[in-house]
Each structure stands twice: as structure tokens, then as C-alpha cells.
């Protein structure tokens, strides 16, 4: 089974940082503070959005879990055996009120990763996570 996620990573990055590079041009050009401190803020949210996990592609094969993600412009890939992990779907609710849904991986009675519905899975995808994970456990007891 192989699940990607229905956003690009750096389609999302250029998004985010062309937003946020207009809305602190906008605050600068109406208040006319010091260009310094909002290239600073600039390059501070840039490093807070390029530090985010963006998880994306799930591919569960051979009793394995393989989880591939960026992280600091970087893709990473993390595996897991489905034997020695759980997995529990939360739902979530940001800031503004938004509810979102999150799968959580447990392994040791901790959480190792999350994957959260806001990368651009649905409650589906984790669900049909959620259903390989316990169906391999099942069968290792």
C-alpha cells in the first residue's frame, strides 16, 4: 500500500513564504519601521516553516512501515516494522479553532511521528494506516 500526500512540498514552502514575505512588506510600507528587523522576522518564520515535518509519502510493504518526509529542505526516510509499533488517530484543534485530524505512531508506549491531515491526507488514508497496523499485530499474537 502506498499513500502520498495531495500536496507538493515546495509548492507549499514557495506558497507560505511568498505570503508571508507580502503581509510583513504590507506591515512595513504602513508602519515604516527599521527594513532590518522585518528581514530578521522574515528569515526567522522562513526557518520555523523549513523546520516543520512534511510527511510526504507512506509506503506499508513487507511487513514494514516506510515513512518519507522533509525537513530542512531535506528528504528524509524513517522505517519501522508494523510488529513493534501502534498507531492512533486524534482528532485536533489549531489555534483559530480549525479541526484537523492526526495519526500518531507509538512505539514503546511513546510517540515516535505524527502525521497530521493538514499535509494533505484524509481521515481515509489514516484509517487504511490504522487498519495495517492492527491487522499486523493481530497476527503476531
Do not use: P
Request: glycine share 2%; with cysteine.
Amino acid at each position: 500500500m502506498e499513500l502520498e500526500s495531495s500536496n507538493n512540498y515546495k509548492s507549499y514552502l514557495l506558497r507560505i513564504l511568498i505570503i508571508v514575505f507580502f503581509a510583513l512588506l504590507i506591515i512595513y510600507f504602513f508602519t515604516k519601521g527599521n527594513l532590518l528587523i522585518y528581514l530578521f522576522l522574515f528569515v526567522a518564520l522562513t526557518l520555523i516553516f523549513i523546520s516543520k515535518k512534511f510527511t510526504y509519502k507512506v509506503i506499508i510493504k513487507d511487513k514494514n512501515i516506510l515513512l518519507i518526509y522533509y525537513q530542512w529542505l531535506k528528504r528524509n526516510k524513517i522505517i519501522y516494522t508494523l510488529s513493534s509499533i501502534d498507531a492512533k488517530i486524534s482528532k485536533k484543534v489549531a489555534n483559530r479553532g480549525h479541526k484537523y485530524f492526526e495519526l500518531s505512531i507509538i512505539k514503546n508506549d511513546k510517540i515516535v511521528y505524527k502525521i497530521d491531515e493538514r499535509d494533505g491526507y484524509d481521515t481515509n488514508d489514516f484509517a487504511s494506516i490504522l487498519n495495517e497496523v492492527k491487522s499486523s499485530n493481530k497476527e503476531v499474537c
